[in-house]
């Protein structure tokens, strides 16, 4: 606890202080959320197949929940790409995303003692109503300013894969080509 006084003509060092630190942490918003952001998840013909809402709490924790529609039946591994741009007509689709979100320099995995990368997730299921939720949180991004923010100068993009993410092979865990994709954007 900092204590400071204030009078007419001076504030105390202490209050100085106590003033700088309360400046240096991120603003709160509802929920206790500090950042918000989103994604609208498209196939690569364009038509939308779920929602992305992605949110950092007080403690750097982002997390993410994706309801997700008309997508193939089974598992599928998501992650986030370094590029937010989301092409789905190219020869591959989704390409224009690059690669998986990978500051640091790690392995591809979350089971792979080098790694994960930063944008590496849980699988998801997709049911046989063609329906799916992807619920995760991680602490290997960032919705706000620093090494690991996926609002670098090329902003992010999540990525649905066409099967399941072993979470050990290299470099994306065989889970397949890129079946849809959403830009992530600040809320």
Not at 7 to 22: D, E, F, K, P, Y
Not at 24 to 42: H, K, M, N, T, Y
Not at 81 to 105: D, I, M, R, Y
């Amino acid at each position: 606890m900092f204590a400071f006084s204030v009078s007419a003509s001076r504030i105390s060092a202490a209050g100085t202080l106590a003033v700088m630190i309360g400046c240096a942490s991120a603003p709160v918003l509802s929920g206790g959320r500090v950042a918000v952001a989103s994604a609208v998840i498209v196939s690569a013909a364009g038509e939308p197949r779920g929602t992305a809402e992605i949110w950092q709490d007080a403690n750097n924790i982002v997390h993410v929940e994706a309801q997700l529609r008309d997508l193939p039946i089974g598992t599928h591994g998501i992650h986030f790409h370094a590029t937010g741009l989301c092409e789905g007509a190219a020869a591959t689709p989704f390409a224009s995303a690059g690669e998986h979100f990978n500051p640091l320099g790690r392995m591809h995995g979350l089971d792979n003692p080098g790694g994960p990368h930063a944008g590496d997730a849980p699988n998801f299921t997709i049911g046989v109503d063609r329906l799916g939720r992807a619920s995760f949180t991680t602490d290997r991004v960032s919705l706000t300013p620093g090494s690991t923010t996926l609002f670098d100068g090329d902003a992010a993009a999540l990525v649905i894969h066409a099967t399941a993410d072993d979470q050990i092979s290299q470099p994306a865990g065989n889970s397949g080509g890129r079946i849809a994709c959403g830009v992530v954007r600040r809320n």
